[in-house]
């Protein structure tokens, strides 16, 4: 993949390349992960991991997180699903799955982030799209779950997808003092 900070031309489509296993890792994708991760949040983005400190953030603050999501990959357990276009990452998320029979038939997906400079051209429908085909066919999950941050319009865009608003936690996400945000909880039937 190309070095960090060129913005490639696009295909249509990106390519979606699964990680499932920490050896499956290619060089430099961490740092690419991290770099993307970084930005994202930096632009907005609302994808702040419990373990990561309010933005601004620097790639040191995020690097120990994306070491922690590579070392849990498992091929039943936690995949990693990238968008590359040209060669490039562009966005990227998270499959989390448990086995325990409660809740063995459904999945989790986190972070779900698209380059800023690449927003509104695909990638996270792709990615969405992708990752419900993965959890349907490969893993045999009859659900997805998901939880957003309201006021972004991230509602809408699951709700184009399929999704469907499940409930909410009003009022917890406390983005900045006298900003709080709700907490929307969704579900894709598989």
Same mark, same amino acid.
């Given at each position: 993949?190309?070095? @960090?900070?060129? %913005?490639?031309?696009?295909?249509?489509? /990106?390519?979606?390349?699964?990680?499932?296993?920490?050896?499956?890792?290619?060089?430099?994708?961490?740092?690419q992960?991290?770099?993307?991760?970084?930005?994202?949040? $930096?632009?907005?983005?609302? %994808?702040? *991991?419990?373990?990561? /400190?309010? /933005?601004?953030?620097? *790639?040191?603050?995020? #690097?120990?997180? %994306?070491?922690? +999501?590579?070392? #849990?990959?498992?091929?039943? @357990?936690?995949?990693? &699903?990238? *968008?590359?276009?040209?060669?490039? &990452?562009?966005?990227?998320?998270? +499959? =989390? !799955?448990?086995?325990?029979? &409660?809740? #063995? !038939?459904?999945?989790?997906? $986190?972070?779900?982030?698209? +380059?800023?400079?690449? @927003?509104?051209?695909?990638?996270?429908?792709?990615?969405?799209?992708?990752?419900?085909?993965?959890? @349907?066919?490969?893993?045999?999950?009859e659900?997805?779950?998901?939880?957003?941050?309201?006021?972004?319009? &991230?509602?809408?865009?699951?709700? =184009?997808?399929?999704?469907?608003?499940?409930? =909410?936690?009003?009022?917890?996400? =406390? %983005?900045?003092?006298g900003?709080?945000?709700?907490?929307?909880?969704?579900?894709?039937? +598989?």
């Amino acid at each position: 993949m190309p070095s @960090r900070g060129v %913005v490639p031309e696009l295909p249509e489509m /990106p390519e979606l390349v699964q990680l499932t296993t920490p050896a499956a890792v290619p060089p430099g994708t961490a740092r690419q992960l991290t770099d993307c991760w970084t930005a994202v949040v $930096n632009a907005g983005g609302a %994808v702040i *991991a419990p373990e990561l /400190p309010m /933005p601004p953030l620097a *790639a040191a603050d995020v #690097a120990p997180a %994306v070491d922690r +999501l590579v070392r #849990a990959l498992d091929p039943a @357990r936690c995949r990693i &699903l990238l *968008a590359v276009s040209g060669g490039f &990452l562009s966005g990227w998320l998270v +499959l =989390r !799955h448990d086995p325990h029979p &409660l809740v #063995a !038939h459904c999945g989790v997906v $986190n972070h779900l982030q698209t +380059l800023p400079g690449l @927003r509104g051209r695909g990638i996270g429908s792709a990615l969405m799209t992708g990752v419900a085909g993965i959890a @349907r066919d490969e893993l045999g999950l009859e659900r997805l779950q998901l939880s957003a941050r309201s006021g972004g319009g &991230l509602e809408e865009f699951y709700r =184009r997808l399929g999704w469907v608003e499940v409930g =909410r936690w009003p009022g917890a996400l =406390r %983005v900045a003092p006298g900003d709080d945000r709700d907490d929307v909880l969704m579900s894709l039937a +598989l």
